[in-house]
């Protein structure tokens, strides 16, 4: 009786060293790269997905044994670590550049001006033409450019351009008659009409005054709302963006949204922010919070406000003048008691709230509306609220951050992009509390990293690349823009994956390869860990699986 007890206790510790995962997919030969839950990174040579999760990370030899019958991926010792996500984009708006004049990176207004008659004349069907991307800080006008240049191109019907921020927009004669824009037509609350010395608009209208001719542009029609997102779920995929976290929706988007995940066209993970606290809101949260539908493809459970404009167009609201422009310190879109509302309201129904602030005084107005929302209502602390962009902070107002348990979604290339004019805008003092992600790492802040898509390219390496170099992609400067505010590259992995996943409540089943999370990731063509950090920017994107599945396929590389 001992003995086939003895017996049958070896036989059981013989089964539980040899188990047989049921797994169905074995990816080997890797360089695998994950953190933990703690955010420690982690190596592994192989990985074991079931039903689209992670069954087990190790090295060959033990996940061999375990793979039984499971198809097999060779990795071809490439570098493989969790999918990336971008914690504040716009995917609509991605795509709808695919479908209009896209004027991002033109050198010159005279580049910019040559791409939309081109466009123009190869759309004659449109009754408008609408596009975006320009940057006249790129151009180096020292001004705004203005509707008479813009009539040289486009002179037969309404042109409606958006700067590369999203916060000012370029508009051309006809479009300015069409909206009945004179000089006696008033700056609406939050915004500004660009004027000459006589007081007639120039054709330039700042944040809440592009609304007044915006809202003449015919919507999309559904099949065009439907391509856009295909394109942009297509772009994501390819530089190794498996979720995203889009920073203000409608109620026609989050139907289409629920349309993709009803029907499996999702291919990326979209964790949904509802633009306001109108209508639409009213709308979408009807039934409460959204969450993890579709097998966690799409959840609808925060809000997007906005407290400023941007910093490029002299919109972000600062509490002293701008250092370039002493008559001007920008636009706050709601006095506080606004602001506060439409918080607690959001918070009353259970949604997490993400404010837009990039001025000084926006995150301050923001910091306080918070305070005084939780003062109604305590438990809306625990949503893991976020201020997005939290671009230029009071140092005295940085560490009301952890007072307040707040996130800070922060986007690094915005960085390197406007290292060329932010400190001309707020000078040396208040640079001191811009972009400074150190600052907020060291005091415990979790920082969402994210690219603000399209506004910046949508590639992740990107901006993995400006969080640890600060720096551009021809190396300058040398040394780093304020480097004393960089970050390393694990840190930058985090904010992109683990801590992306925190600020969106998913970090127990996204973020990293651990098991029993999604098996969302990348196949990569050189190791970000090893190699020079002023080469990740150029790091190509081979395969992206998202639950387990394949969305995307480098061609070029097979």
């Given at each position: 009786?001992i003995?086939?007890?003895?017996?049958?206790?070896a036989?059981?510790?013989?089964?539980?060293?040899?188990?047989?995962?049921?797994?169905?997919l074995?990816?080997?030969?890797?360089?695998?790269?994950?953190?933990?839950?703690?955010?420690?990174?982690?190596r592994?040579?192989?990985?074991?997905?079931?039903?689209?999760?992670?069954?087990?990370?190790?090295?060959?030899?033990?996940?061999?044994?375990?793979?039984g019958?499971?198809r097999?991926?060779?990795?071809?010792?490439?570098?493989?670590?969790?999918?990336?996500?971008?914690?504040?984009?716009?995917?609509?708006?991605l795509?709808?550049?695919?479908?209009?004049?896209?004027?991002a990176?033109?050198?010159?207004?005279?580049?910019a001006?040559?791409?939309?008659?081109?466009?123009a004349?190869?759309?004659?069907?449109?009754q408008?033409?609408?596009?975006?991307?320009?940057?006249?800080?790129?151009?180096?006008?020292?001004?705004?450019p203005?509707?008479?240049?813009?009539?040289?191109v486009?002179?037969?019907r309404p042109?409606?351009?958006q700067?590369?921020?999203?916060?000012?927009?370029?508009a051309?004669?006809?479009?300015?008659?069409l909206?009945?824009?004179?000089k006696?037509?008033?700056?609406?609350?939050?915004?500004?009409i660009?004027?000459?010395?006589?007081?007639?608009?120039?054709?330039v209208?700042?944040?809440?005054?592009?609304?007044?001719?915006?809202?003449?542009?015919p919507?999309?029609?559904?099949?065009?709302?439907?391509?856009?997102?295909?394109?942009?779920?297509?772009?994501?995929?390819?530089?190794?963006?498996?979720g995203?976290?889009?920073?203000?929706?409608?109620?026609?988007?989050?139907?289409?949204?629920?349309?993709?995940?009803?029907?499996g066209?999702?291919?990326?993970?979209?964790?949904?922010?509802?633009?306001?606290t109108?209508?639409?809101?009213?709308?979408?949260?009807?039934?409460?919070?959204?969450?993890?539908?579709?097998?966690?493809?799409?959840?609808?459970?925060?809000?997007?406000?906005?407290?400023?404009?941007?910093?490029?167009?002299?919109?972000?609201?600062?509490?002293a003048p701008?250092?370039?422009?002493s008559?001007?310190?920008?636009?706050?879109?709601?006095?506080?008691?606004?602001?506060?509302?439409?918080?607690?309201?959001?918070?009353?129904?259970?949604?997490?709230?993400?404010?837009?602030?990039?001025g000084?005084?926006?995150?301050?107005?923001?910091?306080?509306?918070?305070?005084?929302a939780?003062k109604?209502?305590p438990?809306?602390?625990?949503?893991?609220?976020?201020?997005?962009?939290?671009?230029?902070?009071?140092?005295?107002?940085?560490?009301?951050?952890?007072?307040?348990?707040?996130?800070?979604?922060?986007?690094?290339?915005?960085?390197?992009?406007?290292?060329?004019?932010?400190?001309?805008?707020?000078?040396h003092?208040?640079?001191k509390?811009?972009?400074?992600?150190?600052?907020?790492?060291?005091?415990?802040?979790?920082?969402?990293?994210?690219?603000?898509?399209?506004?910046e390219?949508?590639?992740?390496?990107?901006?993995?690349?400006?969080?640890?170099?600060?720096q551009?992609?021809?190396?300058?400067?040398?040394g780093?823009?304020?480097?004393e505010?960089?970050?390393?590259?694990?840190?930058?992995?985090?904010?992109?994956?683990?801590?992306?996943?925190?600020?969106?409540?998913?970090?127990?089943?996204?973020?990293?390869?651990?098991?029993?999370?999604?098996?969302?990731?990348?196949?990569?063509?050189?190791?970000?860990?090893?190699g020079?950090?002023?080469?990740i920017?150029k790091?190509?994107?081979?395969?992206?699986?998202?639950?387990?599945?394949s969305?995307?396929?480098?061609?070029?590389?097979d």
């Amino acid at each position: 009786m001992i003995a086939t007890t003895r017996f049958a206790l070896a036989f059981s510790a013989l089964l539980a060293t040899q188990t047989v995962f049921a797994a169905d997919l074995f990816v080997d030969n890797i360089n695998g790269y994950t953190l933990n839950t703690a955010g420690k990174l982690q190596r592994f040579e192989a990985m074991l997905v079931e039903d689209g999760k992670v069954l087990a990370t190790g090295n060959h030899a033990d996940m061999a044994k375990r793979a039984g019958d499971a198809r097999v991926i060779d990795g071809k010792g490439k570098t493989l670590m969790p999918g990336l996500t971008d914690a504040h984009g716009h995917v609509m708006y991605l795509g709808k550049m695919s479908l209009q004049v896209d004027l991002a990176g033109t050198p010159s207004i005279d580049a910019a001006l040559a791409k939309v008659k081109s466009y123009a004349a190869t759309h004659k069907e449109d009754q408008w033409i609408v596009g975006g991307g320009w940057n006249q800080v790129i151009w180096k006008l020292g001004r705004f450019p203005n509707a008479k240049e813009l009539d040289t191109v486009v002179s037969d019907r309404p042109a409606f351009l958006q700067r590369v921020d999203g916060h000012a927009a370029w508009a051309n004669s006809a479009a300015i008659k069409l909206a009945g824009i004179t000089k006696d037509t008033k700056d609406p609350v939050g915004g500004r009409i660009e004027r000459d010395a006589e007081g007639n608009p120039t054709g330039v209208f700042v944040d809440a005054a592009a609304g007044l001719i915006s809202s003449l542009i015919p919507p999309p029609t559904d099949a065009q709302m439907s391509a856009a997102l295909t394109s942009a779920l297509a772009t994501m995929a390819s530089v190794g963006l498996t979720g995203v976290d889009d920073a203000g929706i409608d109620l026609a988007t989050f139907k289409l949204y629920k349309q993709f995940a009803d029907e499996g066209k999702l291919t990326a993970r979209i964790y949904a922010m509802i633009r306001g606290t109108g209508k639409d809101f009213d709308t979408i949260s009807k039934n409460g919070p959204l969450i993890g539908y579709g097998d966690d493809f799409l959840t609808v459970r925060s809000v997007k406000l906005f407290a400023d404009g941007a910093l490029g167009s002299r919109g972000a609201a600062m509490l002293a003048p701008y250092s370039d422009d002493s008559e001007n310190s920008g636009l706050l879109f709601s006095p506080p008691a606004k602001m506060t509302a439409m918080i607690s309201k959001a918070l009353g129904k259970g949604y997490q709230v993400c404010v837009h602030a990039i001025g000084d005084k926006a995150n301050r107005e923001v910091l306080d509306s918070f305070a005084a929302a939780y003062k109604k209502d305590p438990n809306g602390k625990k949503l893991r609220n976020r201020i997005e962009h939290a671009q230029v902070v009071a140092l005295d107002d940085i560490p009301r951050f952890v007072d307040l348990g707040l996130i800070a979604s922060m986007q690094p290339t915005h960085a390197t992009s406007d290292m060329n004019m932010a400190e001309d805008r707020v000078g040396h003092e208040r640079i001191k509390g811009a972009y400074a992600w150190r600052t907020f790492l060291k005091q415990g802040t979790h920082i969402a990293g994210g690219s603000d898509f399209p506004i910046e390219s949508p590639n992740p390496f990107f901006g993995l690349h400006a969080a640890v170099t600060r720096q551009d992609h021809d190396g300058h400067p040398p040394g780093g823009w304020h480097p004393e505010q960089g970050m390393t590259i694990t840190e930058a992995l985090r904010s992109f994956t683990l801590d992306a996943a925190y600020a969106a409540h998913q970090e127990k089943t996204l973020g990293t390869l651990e098991p029993g999370k999604w098996a969302d990731f990348i196949l990569i063509d050189q190791d970000i860990f090893k190699g020079d950090p002023a080469t990740i920017w150029k790091t190509k994107v081979l395969q992206t699986w998202v639950a387990g599945k394949s969305v995307y396929q480098d061609k070029a590389a097979d």
